[in-house]
């Protein structure tokens, strides 16, 4: 089980102390291997390698990382090449890569991304937190959290949740974009144009922040850019549309994306250039 290799072996299970559920997604499986990692600002995550090898499955534990995944033990499909191991979860109907393995030439580097995505943190092997880990446990843990309900609630698709997400993202990136131009500009995201299916699809917190970060930038390289903007733009309005476009009309920026396609960078800069 090359996964195995990511995680380092450490303790030998011969079988589960409770039996698992035929409809558990850990059904079939059993904790063989286990590593934690942490680091000095007290984040600490735990992988737990199961087996059979071709599953392509481990736990991942969450705790101190000061995220709602703190506390919480996921089952991970893994993803392996010769120099990392991504472990992929299910978290709110999204599938998403919370943790990743790099083999860095000599050591291994734990890469932790917060939910959405909105923050990277490193973490290397705790060799003594490791050396009293207890395998079945971590195994317990999740077979309980199966049971919950508030843990399923969890796993289950949350449009609420993602568009909180994405527009807390674009209030910081219309912050930002409004002291570098010394404007007012305010953002809307049209959702009733976006289904659930593409929001599970597409991370619209960091799609829709494209035209804002093109207009910080332009300010603040030239202050003919700022008096522009401050003149021309009010909203920028983020959509989804059968394609990627960039417009601008009656002072707002329409900036439309599609699936895995939105408007490249240097596009966008050329085009406020060119029409503010």
Same mark, same amino acid.
């Given at each position: 089980?090359?996964?195995?290799?990511?995680?380092g072996?450490?303790?030998?299970?011969? &079988?589960?102390?409770?039996?698992?559920?035929p409809?558990?997604a850990?059904?079939?499986?059993?904790?063989?291997?286990?590593?934690?990692?942490?680091n #000095?600002?007290?984040e600490?995550?735990?992988?737990? &390698?199961?087996?059979?090898?071709d599953? =392509?499955?481990?736990?991942?534990?969450?705790?101190g990382?000061?995220?709602?995944?703190?506390?919480?033990?996921l089952?991970?499909?893994?993803?392996?090449?010769?120099?990392?191991?991504?472990?992929?979860?299910?978290?709110?109907?999204?599938?998403?890569?919370?943790?990743?393995v =790099?083999?860095? &030439?000599?050591?291994?580097?734990?890469?932790?991304?917060?939910v959405?995505h909105?923050?990277?943190? =490193?973490?290397?092997?705790?060799?003594?937190?490791?050396?009293?880990?207890?395998?079945?446990?971590?195994? #317990?843990?999740?077979?309980?959290? #199966?049971?919950?309900?508030?843990?399923?609630?969890?796993?289950?698709?949350?449009r609420k949740?993602?568009?909180n997400?994405a527009?807390?993202?674009?209030?910081e990136a219309?912050?930002?974009?409004?002291?570098?131009?010394g404007?007012?500009l305010?953002?809307?995201?049209?959702?009733?144009?976006?289904t659930?299916?593409?929001i599970?699809?597409?991370?619209f917190?960091?799609y829709?922040?494209?035209?804002?970060?093109?207009l910080?930038?332009?300010c #603040?390289?030239s202050?003919?850019?700022?008096?522009?903007?401050?003149?021309?733009?009010?909203?920028?309005?983020?959509r989804?549309?059968?394609?990627?476009?960039?417009?601008?009309?009656?002072q707002k920026?329409?900036?439309?994306?599609?699936?895995g396609?939105?408007?490249?960078?240097?596009?966008?800069?050329?085009?406020?250039?060119?029409?503010?």
């Amino acid at each position: 089980m090359r996964v195995l290799l990511a995680v380092g072996v450490v303790a030998l299970s011969l &079988g589960c102390s409770r039996g698992v559920r035929p409809d558990s997604a850990v059904a079939g499986t059993k904790p063989v291997t286990g590593k934690v990692y942490s680091n #000095e600002a007290g984040e600490q995550i735990t992988l737990i &390698g199961l087996e059979p090898g071709d599953a =392509h499955k481990a736990l991942v534990a969450f705790e101190g990382t000061k995220s709602e995944l703190d506390g919480q033990v996921l089952v991970a499909w893994t993803d392996q090449d010769s120099r990392k191991t991504e472990y992929w979860t299910q978290w709110r109907g999204h599938k998403q890569r919370f943790v990743a393995v =790099h083999d860095r &030439g000599g050591y291994e580097d734990l890469v932790f991304s917060n939910v959405n995505h909105t923050g990277y943190t =490193h973490l290397k092997p705790d060799t003594g937190k490791t050396g009293a880990l207890k395998v079945e446990k971590i195994f #317990e843990r999740y077979q309980d959290a #199966e049971g919950d309900k508030k843990y399923q609630a969890l796993l289950a698709f949350d449009r609420k949740f993602w568009t909180n997400q994405a527009e807390t993202q674009l209030k910081e990136a219309v912050a930002e974009t409004n002291k570098a131009c010394g404007s007012k500009l305010t953002s809307a995201v049209a959702w009733d144009s976006i289904t659930d299916a593409q929001i599970n699809e597409i991370s619209f917190g960091s799609y829709c922040k494209g035209p804002l970060e093109s207009l910080q930038k332009l300010c #603040e390289r030239s202050d003919e850019a700022k008096r522009a903007i401050q003149a021309k733009v009010q909203t920028v309005e983020c959509r989804v549309d059968p394609k990627a476009a960039l417009k601008l009309e009656a002072q707002k920026v329409i900036w439309s994306v599609t699936s895995g396609e939105t408007v490249q960078p240097d596009q966008a800069t050329t085009f406020f250039t060119d029409n503010l």
